[in-house]
């Protein structure tokens, strides 16, 4: 089935306990992407990969890293988590930019506490 | 910064009823699409619509684009229980970045 993994699906850390949020996609998608939603404000995007060993910034990149060493999996790691990035977070893929024509895959979400 | 602008930002209706939502976007763009996200669930791709596409269909989905106004449409037709979600539309933009922007959705309940 295709489909965006992503691990775990929830997650309940310490402020200042670097931790990692996998994402792994089987669609053979160039284009990955992470999201993060808040009540009021929407999606917005934290970073973005349009292949492997390429990533850019979104609108939100602060706090956060990434790497895209193979096709499939776009990790997103908090090296020292705070409350204030407490929210849900999404991984998305899709064949190319634009969404090549597809739209894009989501995964179903990791709702991550930092107390 | 928001690209695509959802309206109404909340929407109730009875089953069997039409559901109208509206979306907004300020640069020009490659094409638009709409998602649906069931509370706390991932998102789900509905439908795209290019730029030079004016309407497309989808069962009971009709998406209208008007880049002239820089607006676009979703109609949901005899809505049912099950629509009840939020939907969300995205714009590719024309030029520079070429990643999706979401609006910050419209909250539909269709009641039984």
């Known amino acids: 089935e295709a489909q965006v993994t992503q691990n775990p699906r929830y997650l309940i850390t310490v402020t200042g306990k670097k931790l990692t949020v996998t994402c792994s996609q089987n669609?053979?998608?160039?284009?990955m992407s992470w999201y993060r939603q808040d009540p009021g404000l929407g999606l917005r995007q934290i970073y973005y990969?349009?292949?492997?060993?390429?990533?850019d910034k979104g609108d939100v990149p602060e706090g956060y890293k990434v790497s895209r060493k193979e096709k499939r999996n776009f990790p997103l790691i908090l090296e020292s988590p705070s409350p204030n990035q407490t929210s849900l977070y999404f991984c998305?893929?899709?064949?190319?930019?634009?969404?090549?024509?597809?739209?894009?895959?989501f995964g179903s979400g990791t709702r991550l506490t930092v107390v | 910064s928001q690209q695509g602008e959802e309206d109404p930002q909340a929407l109730s209706i009875q089953e069997g009823e039409n559901a109208t939502m509206n979306c907004s976007y300020k640069t020009s763009i490659n094409n638009l699409q709409w998602y649906r996200q069931n509370s706390g669930r991932g998102l789900v791709h509905l439908i795209l619509i290019r730029s030079n596409e004016r309407e497309k269909h989808s069962g009971r989905l009709r998406v209208t684009l008007d880049t002239s106004k820089k607006s676009s449409s979703l109609l949901i037709t005899a809505s049912r229980a099950a629509d009840t979600a939020s939907y969300f539309c995205a714009t590719d933009k024309a030029f520079g970045s070429y990643i999706p922007t979401f609006g910050r959705g419209t909250s539909l309940i269709v009641h039984p």
């Open positions: 998305a893929s899709s064949p190319g930019q634009g969404g090549g024509g597809y739209g894009y895959t």
């Open positions: 990969s349009m292949n492997v060993e390429v990533t």
């Open positions: 669609m053979n998608h160039e284009y």
